[in-house]
């Protein structure tokens, strides 16, 4: 008997490797699944967000009613404007020069300009999708930035100034006036990086949501895997938020004032980014309530109300 007994297999030994590969086939599912995470709100940014025209221009729609932006094209037209009137013999002193201006912040202010803008950006953006697609070798980029043509802002004008008194403003060509919206440093790294992403939106989400149910099945409780997965979507979404965060930093720092001011770059990235960010942030509440839920419904919790409920006995 006792060497039978020698001879027979522990009966926990095979259960206990069994739940090693487990554990360890979960951390790894966990693990891609932190990493999947943020890049599918990237992707999907990328491709639904960035390479569709119509939702480019209603992301930067709202900029036309941006205080900073109106400031920024208005004080462009003024320039232009104005000397173009002085090239037709108007002698431009302060006063004329004032009243130039506040026509043309009257005009940047009104409806008209947000249909030219709405225009304006969605020509520059089949401009710069085709560079980063490779399919367009013209693009709406000077210098390392990306420009839209402000043509249609002084046709804007040069009619009101005309209907305002001043008929020698009809005199005033149709001129291709460039308006630089944001930086493009590093093309050729930010060409790579756009097709990668765009290729990746239909594969990144469906990885994620297969990594999240493996380990579901994995795991030897559901509760403590939907917890640590709960906790990893929402450590890797704080992560997301710190890496836009420095990248507008970043942006930011490297914006020339000659190209750009701050207060427009700060304006449009804002704009452009503003789907990761709200994405994110459902990302982070949901994960927080899972993992409460996942939390308040395990053996410890329901131990300590049991205990709370019972009270002192007599």
């Not at 400031?71 to 104005?82: N, P």
Request: proline share 4%.
């Amino acid at each position: 008997m006792t060497q039978e007994s020698a001879a027979r297999p522990s009966p926990t030994a095979a259960p206990g490797r069994r739940g090693t590969w487990r554990t360890a086939l979960v951390a790894i599912c966990l693990i891609l699944l932190g990493l999947v995470a943020p890049l599918s709100i990237v992707s999907l940014w990328t491709h639904y967000e960035i390479a569709d025209s119509d939702r480019y221009v209603a992301m930067v729609a709202p900029l036309a009613r941006n205080p900073e932006i109106q400031d920024a094209v208005a004080t462009r037209l003024t320039q232009e404007i104005t000397s173009r009137l002085a090239s037709n013999g108007v002698a431009i002193n302060d006063t004329v020069s004032s009243w130039i201006s506040s026509q043309v912040r009257t005009s940047v202010a009104t409806g008209a300009f947000g249909a030219a803008w709405d225009q304006a950006n969605r020509e520059a953006h089949h401009q710069l999708i085709g560079l980063l697609t490779g399919t367009s070798t013209v693009a709406a980029i000077r210098d390392d930035a990306v420009t839209i043509d402000l043509a249609a802002f002084i046709d804007l004008v040069r009619a009101r100034l005309v209907d305002a008194g001043l008929p020698l403003a009809a005199n005033i060509p149709t001129v291709h006036v460039e308006f630089t919206v944001f930086s493009a440093r590093h093309l050729s790294v930010l060409q790579k990086v756009f097709r990668t992403l765009d290729d990746l939106a239909y594969v990144l989400p469906f990885a994620g949501l297969a990594l999240l149910v493996v380990a579901l099945a994995v795991g030897r409780s559901r509760r403590r895997t939907l917890l640590a997965a709960a906790l990893v979507l929402a450590l890797s979404m704080l992560l997301l938020w710190l890496a836009l965060a420095v990248a507008r930093y970043v942006y930011l720092d490297a914006v020339s004032a000659r190209q750009i001011s701050r207060a427009t770059a700060e304006a449009f990235y804002d704009a452009i980014t503003r789907f990761i960010r709200t994405s994110l942030l459902v990302v982070l509440a949901s994960s927080v309530v899972v993992a409460a839920i996942a939390w308040l419904a395990g053996p410890v919790s329901s131990a300590v109300r049991r205990r709370s409920g019972a009270g002192p006995t007599a």
